[in-house]
């Protein structure tokens, strides 16, 4: 089993900055893939960026050039700076994690789910 705990997230207001990481513990051989995602009241669950542990990474077209996933894998942590935000980023916020996936921003190929961390941004 893998084990995910997000931190980081909190209240800022519009065009601030907040960086989320998320920790990873027990069977890390799984976790070649790992994400964040949102999720908004009365909203699915969006994917928000994606990283490979090759390092290949793969964003969300509303985040592009304003958001940026990295990780540590011998730390076993992924991080997910967010610039520029704007009160549509609000939501909840989840590191995910698998062995391999196909489509790394959709969440339902991902097993592994960390209890989130809320993300409020004020206009």
């Known amino acids: 089993q893998v084990q995910l705990v997000e931190s980081g997230g909190g209240s800022v207001q519009s065009g601030g900055s907040l960086r989320l990481t998320c920790t990873a513990s027990g069977d890390v051989s799984r976790t070649n893939y790992m994400g964040w995602f949102r999720q908004a009241p009365g909203k699915d669950r969006e994917g928000v960026a994606a990283i490979a542990r090759d390092g290949t990474t793969n964003y969300a077209d509303s985040v592009k050039g304003r958001f940026t996933i990295s990780k540590d894998n011998a730390k076993n942590t992924l991080s997910l700076q967010l610039s520029s935000l704007k009160a549509g980023d609000t939501a909840m916020y989840y590191c995910?994690?698998?062995?391999?996936?196909?489509?790394?921003?959709?969440?339902?190929?991902?097993?592994?789910w960390g209890a989130g961390t809320q993300v409020s941004v004020s206009s």
């Open positions: 995910a994690a698998d062995s391999r996936v196909i489509k790394a921003l959709r969440w339902q190929q991902y097993r592994y």
